[in-house]
DNA sequence: ACCGGCGTTAACGAATTCCTAACGCCCGAC
DNA sequence: GTCGGGCGTTAGGAATTCGTTAACGCCGGT
């Protein structure tokens, strides 16, 4: 955040848009404004902004799955805004990894404070760094791209979800029911073998000894666990 | 984060207390109450909660000026309880320092989402995790790692369940019967010689003379008991 | 229709973990 | 002095878990 705070708006309406338009710009933040779920998600990708603020009503994609399309890479703070304020409604969102919901029609008062808010949190933070590095691996979680010593290695969908998951979590031990949470998706109960299975091929595919590993160590009766990311400077 | 986030609720009226107690009772938190804020403060304090539920109308002080004073000194994230819905009172909140603006009367679901969003700041603000250490032993009750003398230990899950039990409740006694308790879980109750030896391994592992330990001691015909750690800085 | 990549399940050897049993020791009770 | 209970210690076999390979079905592209 050298100069002013990036907000990134994604929102399909056009007067919403000029009303948000208006009530930030008298404040000292730079904004980048979609109007489809597409855009906004290219967007984030692309600028990196300090927050986003999202309405759950685009007519191209769920705002839902676009929360947690963006979480899978990033801890950019999410500012729910919709016109829907049930509490069902309420709890998924924050759920899928946002960090606050406003009911339209909000103020604008509030919807500063709150940003603010998601600014101090992001600063506090500090920098998310995109890549984890351990050792001579490296995970990419904005691009896919993970490489071992400096050389690309392909992963599968499952695979990469399976590393991603361990990668947020290095240093800690992620159990079996975690593990198949984040890559199956919470329902699925009987996918501990094919765990095994995945951490197989990623092991032969990261490791330079599979047989004795380093990278990912398991620990019996309980999970696996991705060895500490390095220190940064 | 050592067991349950530990929520720390900050209100006067008894009968809102009861409420919040009987909505998180259902979940893995841990409850500690003040219907003072000089107690809330106090309280913040000494047991450094995980978040702060803080009603603004308390009759010994202003809520504001409370959640100065913490920010002072800590980042827990605060959670703002409060019957008045104004833009004004929500800024003045948010601005003092607050994460979260909930008005009065909420739906528990959405308090419910709200912590877990205050719980997943405070685990990505990345501060060192919390550990117990006694003497060379250091026990981290996230991360799962154990380390004597800055060495990692291996622990089998039903060693580790019972150092971390002990770990715990360090200082005091634990009775057989509860640690076995916390180890198999309620029902059985001919575990105990499986104890001893359990308790055998273990102080091979993190002992420097199993003959005499000095870090688990054996209270004889009542339990073990794990020296008190150390003071924190 | 063929083929290759992918995810899942099955099977089996190997390693790990867990419990029970057995024995020796210490110490208080009688 | 001796008995008995609580505890520490060790060993062995049962049970669980893990790693590994092979095979099967699914799907998309050619």
């Not at 007067?15 to 404004?33: D, I, K, S, V």
């Amino acid at each position: 955040m050298a100069t002013e705070p990036l907000i990134l708006l994604i929102e399909d309406e056009a007067p919403m848009r000029r009303f948000l338009r208006a009530a930030l710009g008298a404040h000292p933040y730079r904004l980048l404004e979609a109007d489809t779920m597409r855009a906004g998600l290219a967007l984030a990708a692309g600028h990196a902004p300090d927050v986003i603020l999202l309405d759950l009503g685009l007519p191209d994609g769920d705002g839902l799955d676009a929360t947690s399309r963006i979480r899978e890479w990033s801890t950019t703070p999410i500012i729910v805004l919709s016109a829907r304020g049930l509490e069902g409604d309420k709890v998924a969102a924050l759920d899928a990894g946002a960090d606050d919901y406003l009911t339209k029609p909000f103020s604008v008062g509030e919807l500063l404070a709150r940003i603010r808010v998601a600014l101090r949190h992001a600063t506090a933070t500090g920098k998310p760094d995109p890549a984890v590095v351990v050792g001579p691996l490296r995970i990419d979680l904005t691009s896919r791209i993970v490489t071992v010593n400096g050389v690309e290695v392909h992963l599968t969908p499952t695979e990469y979800k399976l590393l991603a998951a361990l990668a947020r979590f290095s240093g800690r031990v992620l159990t079996h029911r975690q593990l198949v949470k984040e890559v199956w998706g919470g329902h699925t109960t009987t996918a501990t073998q094919a765990l095994r299975v995945h951490m197989n091929q990623i092991r032969h595919k990261i490791e330079a000894n599979p047989a004795r590993p380093l990278l990912i160590t398991t620990e019996p009766g309980v999970g696996y666990r991705m060895k500490e990311q390095d220190q940064e400077v």
